[in-house]
């Protein structure tokens, strides 16, 4: 009997793991209109249009903040992910409370996002509804794991600075060394 | 009542600007009371007080469509000198090299060394950086201010992150202008007294003027050769030195040294303070910069003194391993502080020029740390 429950068990979770990948994980719902938000912010975003993308905000969030606020932080980081090569919608959550906005509600889209030197991003969109005109985002943020690419730049970063002041300190010393050669074979001759 | 627009209504209605009027009266009274690093402090502070006045337009950029005379000549400089072309901290660095002696540092190579070891700090504060939650191109920005080199931080920031310029740069220059707070309880933690009294020698050896000659033109082809992106700090420092000691350029020199640093840093404080008006400066991430740097600084300090410590162990003469705290670039303060801890510890002792040796070679430390920075992204640019 066990043997059986086992064997299906196993079987079971055999057949799910070759079923696609879509198949069992269930589309979250959008709104239609706050996946068209969603797909403008994007569009503009991988088309390098950084700063035009604060149109795309909402009239609640251009009363609170100024261009600046929306692609400063944006620009740098964006602009270091690389092109996207491939994006998919995996959840939707309802907020109520966002740092630096009044409470309203909103909504929470995440985006897996495979960028060029980020494969495992996610893309953060929030929403608020604008009465008349749809969706307008009030926040757009990256996730990604730092620290593979942080572990690298501090170890390339130390070797380089110490492999780059050892090399100069040997072609310091050799140079030195001729030099006070040079410098001590006229006195000897003079003394001579 | 006048037919004009004042600038008291609309400063009541920011409280966060008249606080960065307030501190940069501050850094104001800093430099003129307590002479902390005033060449640069005056003009920060006063550039933020210009830029944190509401209604004056200083800080307004040139831009396409902008009517003649609109732009600030607050804004100007920022965008041409920091932002766009961020010209004025190279031209900082070509007055450094100018003023820069490396002749302690040629005569002790081992000095090198501890140039690099004082780096760590940079890599700390970086991790520390990613750790709270900053990019990565901030977080390089955020880790360079512990190599004590303004001009390295306001450069390495102004392509990285240039929204965090202000306050990195204010940071390095704050934390040099604090070395003298700083150094000293980290070196007493990490060296016992005896270690602080040991004596060397005063006199290094004379390093002939071949050599000096030398120096910077082997230094700039072999760092520039391997960290291509270092050129517009390493080529300018050590082009500016090559002005000073091949001795034949000597109006050159002369204006790289006086005339036209002096220029460059009125220019580039001013725009350093207008960097940061209240909306960019005032909230939780300026604090978690300062603490990182100062965080930095510290660190860079502890490397270079434990590298000192292996020094000392290893050398047949005997070495002071206090000398490994000036491997941080704030020169010539860190060699100060190291000569008068030496004093302090033992009278015969007069360690400055072996302090100057890794104070000048942390200078090319922090730039090559900024270097290297900027050409792991450099393929953005």
Redesign the interface.
């Known amino acids: 009997m066990w043997k059986r429950i086992v064997l299906i068990a196993v079987l079971a979770g055999l057949l799910a793991l070759m079923m696609p990948h879509q198949a069992w994980a269930q589309g979250p719902e959008l709104p239609d209109q706050a996946n068209q938000a969603c797909q403008r912010l994007f569009k503009m975003l991988d088309a390098g249009q950084l700063k035009e993308s604060y149109t795309l905000t909402s009239p609640e969030y251009k009363k609170v903040n100024k261009p600046d606020d929306w692609f400063g932080g944006l620009l740098s980081e964006r602009e270091s992910m690389g092109p996207v090569k491939a994006r998919r919608l995996v959840r939707v959550e309802k907020a109520e409370t966002l740092e630096g906005l009044p409470p309203g509600s909103y909504l929470k889209v995440v985006h897996v996002t495979q960028f060029e030197r980020y494969p495992e991003s996610e893309e953060i969109v929030f929403l608020a509804e604008v009465p008349g005109q749809g969706y307008g985002v009030v926040k757009y943020k990256i996730e990604y794991d730092r620290w593979p690419e942080a572990i690298k730049i501090i170890a390339n970063g130390l070797f380089i600075v110490f492999f780059i002041m050892c090399l100069l300190a040997l072609i310091t010393w050799v140079i030195g060394k001729v030099m006070q050669q040079r410098d001590a074979k006229p006195a000897a001759d003079k003394k001579g | 009542m006048l037919g004009i627009r004042t600038g008291f209504g609309e400063l009541a209605q920011n409280p966060g600007q008249l606080i960065m009027i307030v501190v940069g009266l501050g850094f104001i009274y800093l430099a003129i009371k307590k002479e902390w690093e005033p060449y640069e402090l005056l003009p920060i502070g006063a550039g933020m007080l210009l830029a944190n006045l509401p209604l004056t337009g200083l800080t307004t950029p040139p831009a396409p469509g902008l009517a003649p005379g609109m732009a600030g000549i607050l804004g100007i400089i920022l965008k041409y000198g920091l932002y766009t072309w961020t010209i004025l901290p190279q031209f900082i660095f070509f007055g450094i090299g100018a003023l820069t002696d490396f002749g302690p ?3 002790n ?5 501890l ?2 070891a004082a ?2 700090g ?2 700390t504060s ?2 520390g950086a ?1 750790y709270l939650g900053f ?6 920005s955020i880790g360079i201010i512990g190599g004590a080199d303004g001009p390295t931080t306001i450069y390495t920031t102004g392509l ?4 965090i310029m202000g306050i990195t740069a204010t940071a390095a220059y704050s934390y040099m202008a604090m070395v003298a707070i700083i150094q000293p309880p980290i070196i007493k933690l990490l060296t016992s007294q005896k270690e602080r009294a040991i004596y060397m020698k005063p006199m290094l ?1 004379k ?2 003027k ?2 000096k000659i ?2 910077p033109i ?2 700039t082809i ?2 520039i050769l ?2 291509p992106k270092s050129a517009p700090l390493v080529g300018l420092l050590l082009l500016g030195n090559l002005f000073r000691e091949s001795g034949v350029v000597e109006r050159l020199s002369n204006t790289a040294q006086n005339e036209l640093i002096n220029i460059i840093t009125i220019l580039l404080m001013l725009g350093i303070g207008a960097s940061m008006p209240a ?2 400066v005032l909230n939780p991430r300026t604090l978690m910069v300062l603490f990182l740097g100062l965080a930095a600084f510290a660190i860079g300090t502890a490397g270079g003194v434990l590298l000192g410590k292996v020094m000392s162990w290893l050398s047949k003469e005997p070495y002071n391993p206090m000398i490994g705290a000036a491997g941080v670039s704030a020169v010539p303060m860190s060699a100060r502080i190291v000569q008068h801890m030496g004093q302090q510890a033992n009278k015969r002792n007069h360690l400055l020029m072996h302090a100057m040796g890794p104070n000048v ?1 942390g200078v ?2 922090s730039a ?2 900024g270097g ?2 900027l050409s ?2 450099g393929k ?1 640019f």
Do not use: H, M, W
């Open positions: 540092l040629i005569a190579p081992r000095s090198f060394i140039g690099a780096q760590i940079i890599y970086f991790a990613i990019n990565i191109k901030e977080a390089c990285l992150a240039p929204d050896r390093v002939s071949t050599e030398l120096f082997y230094a072999i760092i391997l960290i909306d960019k070679a090319i430390g090559v740390a290297y920075f792991y992204f953005l």
